[in-house]
């Protein structure tokens, strides 16, 4: 919706008058400070946090570095799997040849290194989970002053997760503007997150 919507009907009279004189009419910005454009005015707003976080350039950025580790786990673990699968084979071939006592030696430890290996690789997934969790709260925390800055201009009283509203305006929902707020506060979040490292 333009800006010319929202002046006064006698705009365009005080416009056409200063403009015979010679002289432009000043723009009165009163308006706009009373009512923020982009934000609806609204006792209750709604947001839909997971794509306010997935859309964000903060949230993609930390998708595609999930991703990445991701891959490079998966990488490792087919890796590794051949190695065992390899070792688990050349010691079954190894069997006819070895007394039982022996045998069940090198089992026993092949099993426990079997078992060693998926702990480890367990706790790497579960770090590169953790990952994701951490950065997504370091987004909200980081996030909420911009948020608190739409309330404002929407003169609301709260903001609600959609998913949890019964029923409520279309207009009423503010991700889309809290999205575009957020990224040209905190673009993509790396300096953010290099900072709380670093402390």
């Known amino acids: 919706m333009g800006l010319a919507l929202y002046l006064p009907l006698t705009a365009g009279t005080a416009l056409a008058q200063s403009t015979v004189i010679g002289t432009p009419a000043p723009f009165n910005l009163s308006l706009g400070q009373e009512m923020q454009i982009g934000a609806p005015q609204s006792g209750i707003l709604t947001i839909q946090p997971d794509r306010l976080f997935s859309e964000s350039?903060?949230?993609?950025?930390?998708?595609?570095?999930?991703?990445?580790?991701?891959a490079v786990l998966t990488a490792e673990n087919r890796r590794i799997e051949a190695e065992l699968r390899a070792e688990e084979q050349d010691l079954t071939q190894r069997r006819p040849s070895m007394e039982p006592e022996a045998f069940r030696t090198l089992a026993d430890a092949f099993d426990k290194k079997v078992q060693e290996t998926r702990r480890t690789q367990d706790q790497k997934l579960r770090e590169i989970t953790q990952m994701g969790e951490t950065a997504r709260r370091e987004f909200f925390v980081a996030s909420l002053p911009i948020l608190q800055g739409i309330m404002r201009d929407s003169g609301a009283g709260a903001i609600l997760d959609n998913s949890s509203v019964f029923l409520s305006s279309e207009a009423a929902d503010v991700t889309d503007l809290a999205i575009t707020r957020i990224d040209a506060v905190l673009g993509d979040g790396a300096d953010l997150e290099s900072q709380s490292s670093d402390q």
């Open 57 to 70: 350039a903060f949230g993609q950025r930390v998708t595609r570095e999930l991703e990445a580790e991701g």
